[in-house]
C-alpha cells in the first residue's frame, strides 16, 4: 500500500545534541511538509518542500533544519535540541499545492529530550 | 495568523449520545477540513467542505461549512467508542506558496460503554 512512513517510532536524545528524524513516502508525491505537535495541541507547522524548494515557515525556530535528497525522503535536523522541543513530528505529503489536495500524513516521531 | 478556535476542548460521552463540535474564525477560507487524529498515530481526513453552506454526510457524521466560510460544525449521531480521538478542523488559505493547512486547537472526544 502506498503510504508515508516514519522512522524511527520514538526517539530519545539528549539536551543539545543532535538529531534526525526520517520521512520516506511511496505516493510519489510533490509535497513534503513538517510539522510538530505538542501534547493536547494542534500540529503546527514547520517548513514544507515543493519538489526541491524549501519553504520555512516565518516562526519556525533556526535550530529546526530540513533536507530532501530525492522525491521519497526527507530529514528533520534538530541541530541542538532543547526541553521545549519534546513532541510529536509529523511528516505528511500532498500531491501539490493547487487546490485542495489532501496531505496524507505519517504515524509521527515521538521525540523525547532528557 | 489565522486562528481557528474548536469548542468543546474535551468531551466525555456515553455510547448512543449525539454531540456536536465547533471551529470557528474570524477569517476565511477557501475550504476546510476535518480529520481525526487517534493515539500514537497522524491524522487521517474525514472530509473536505468547499463551498459556503455545504452539508456532507459521512455515515453517523454530519459537516458543515458556514455560509461565510468562516466556521465548521460536525456533529455525530449516536456516538460508538470507535469514534473516540482527537477531531480537528483545519482552513486552508489559497496563496502563492500553495495551500497551507491551520489547524484548529483540536476536540479530544471520548465515547464510553
Known amino acids: 500500500d502506498a503510504m508515508v512512513i516514519q522512522n524511527p517510532r520514538y526517539q530519545v536524545t539528549q539536551f543539545g545534541k543532535p538529531v534526525t528524524l526520517s520521512c520516506s513516502q511511496t505516493l510519489n508525491h510533490n509535497v513534503m511538509y513538517w510539522y510538530q505537535q505538542k501534547s493536547s495541541q494542534a500540529p503546527k507547522l514547520l517548513f514544507h518542500?515543493?519538489?526541491?524548494?524549501?519553504?520555512n515557515e516565518a516562526d519556525t525556530p533556526d535550530n529546526f533544519q530540513s533536507r530532501r535528497p530525492n522525491t521519497s525522503f526527507c530529514f528533520l535536523d534538530i541541530r541542538s535540541p532543547g526541553l521545549g522541543d519534546a513532541a510529536m513530528y509529523l511528516c505528511?505529503?500532498?500531491?501539490?499545492?493547487?487546490?485542495?489536495?489532501?496531505?496524507?500524513f505519517g504515524p509521527g516521531t515521538r521525540l523525547t529530550v532528557l | 495568523t489565522q486562528l481557528l478556535e474548536q469548542s468543546p476542548q474535551f468531551l466525555s460521552i456515553q455510547e448512543g449520545e449525539n454531540l456536536t463540535v465547533y471551529c470557528n474564525s474570524s477569517s476565511v477560507f477557501s475550504s476546510l477540513q476535518w480529520y481525526r487524529q487517534e493515539p500514537g498515530e497522524g491524522p487521517v481526513l474525514l472530509v473536505t467542505?468547499?463551498?459556503?453552506?455545504e452539508v456532507k454526510k459521512l455515515k453517523r457524521l454530519t459537516f458543515q461549512f458556514g455560509d461565510a466560510r468562516k466556521d465548521s460544525s460536525l456533529h455525530i449521531t449516536a456516538a460508538q467508542p470507535g469514534d473516540t480521538g482527537l477531531y480537528l478542523c483545519a482552513g486552508i488559505i489559497l496563496t502563492g506558496g500553495g495551500n497551507k493547512l491551520t489547524f484548529g486547537t483540536g476536540t479530544q472526544l471520548k465515547v464510553e460503554l
Open positions: 518542500y515543493y519538489d526541491k524548494d524549501f519553504n
Open positions: 467542505v468547499v463551498t459556503g453552506g
Open positions: 505528511a505529503t500532498s500531491r501539490g499545492l493547487a487546490g485542495f489536495n489532501e496531505q496524507f
